[in-house]
């Protein structure tokens, strides 16, 4: 499904990632972690295309395609799906609107079916119906962000999702609802990318790998045990070798 191989990415002359190399297959769900700065934004962000993160040396193939130099809105449309850390504010754009559009662009689905689709949606997921008369991610608060994100993303229904630190700024009870709704696309086929600095949103999930990022590098995969160990001990428990150090 997605492939990054050796990959090197600049922010302007400042080098970010030096080397990162992973592997995600269908229908898994990885968790990447790492002390702030090591690269964790900067690999989802370039994944997805931002025009900000050039890529000097290495590639990302997904679904064995290679799409190292393809288009933001390219790689939306074959597939992939970022969610954001900081969603923006649109003021004069109502959430409905946003969604029917983004509906019609990546899903080819004209403005009355969607309507009534994202109504449904909303619906089955326990939603409130009320933010989507308000204007885009106006006065909402870091919970009702996220699950605007979440939303969006289980209406476009992309192959690979990424998300950036989606438990970030939000309340144990918003976390909960994030989570459900992780766990509901994982559930139906979707690949996952979640990048996150604290693990208390993987206590309602179940990956199967977890990736701890050093200096803009793989430092070591594992299981749930990386995430028990890093509670404990901090990132520090994984050292300069890659290894995990023991308890």
């Known amino acids: 499904?997605?492939?990054?191989?050796?990959?090197?990415v600049n922010v302007g002359k400042k080098e970010i990632l030096r080397g990162m190399?992973?592997?995600l297959a269908p229908g898994e769900l990885h968790v990447v972690m790492g002390p702030n700065g090591s690269g964790k934004s900067t690999l989802a962000l370039t994944i997805a295309g931002h025009p900000r993160y050039t890529v000097?040396?290495?590639r990302i193939l997904f679904e064995g395609k290679d799409i190292t130099g393809a288009k933001p809105e390219e790689r939306a449309r074959?597939?992939?799906?970022?969610?954001?850390?900081?969603p923006v504010e649109v003021e004069g754009v109502?959430?409905?609107?946003?969604l029917q559009r983004t509906l019609k662009n990546l899903r080819g689905i004209n403005e009355v079916e969607a309507y009534d689709l994202i109504?449904?949606?909303?619906?089955?997921?326990?939603?409130d119906r009320g933010m989507l008369s308000r204007e885009l991610n106006v006065g909402f608060s870091g919970g009702e962000r996220k699950k605007l994100e979440m939303l969006q993303a289980y209406l476009v229904k992309p192959k690979l999702l990424i998300?950036?630190?989606?438990?970030?700024?939000?309340?144990?009870?918003?976390?909960?609802?994030?989570?459900?709704?992780?766990?509901?696309l994982h559930r139906e086929g979707t690949s996952i990318l979640l990048i996150t600095h604290y693990g208390r949103i993987l206590e309602y999930l179940n990956p199967q790998m977890v990736?701890?990022?050093?200096?803009?590098?793989?430092?070591?995969?594992?299981?749930?045990?990386?995430v028990k160990l890093i509670e404990e001990k901090g990132f520090t428990a994984v050292g300069e070798d890659g290894a995990a150090l023991k308890a």
Do not use: C, W, Y
């Open 21 to 23: 190399n992973l592997e």
């Open 56 to 58: 000097t040396r290495g």
């Open 163 to 184: 998300l950036d630190e989606p438990d970030s700024g939000v309340d144990v009870d918003s976390l909960k609802v994030i989570a459900g709704l992780i766990s509901k």
């Open 94 to 98: 109502k959430v409905i609107n946003f």
């Open 211 to 226: 990736h701890v990022i050093k200096d803009g590098r793989l430092a070591v995969s594992g299981g749930m045990e990386l």
């Open 119 to 127: 109504f449904k949606t909303v619906e089955e997921l326990g939603l």
């Open 78 to 86: 074959a597939g992939i799906f970022l969610s954001f850390q900081n």
């Open 1 to 8: 499904m997605l492939k990054v191989e050796n990959l090197h």
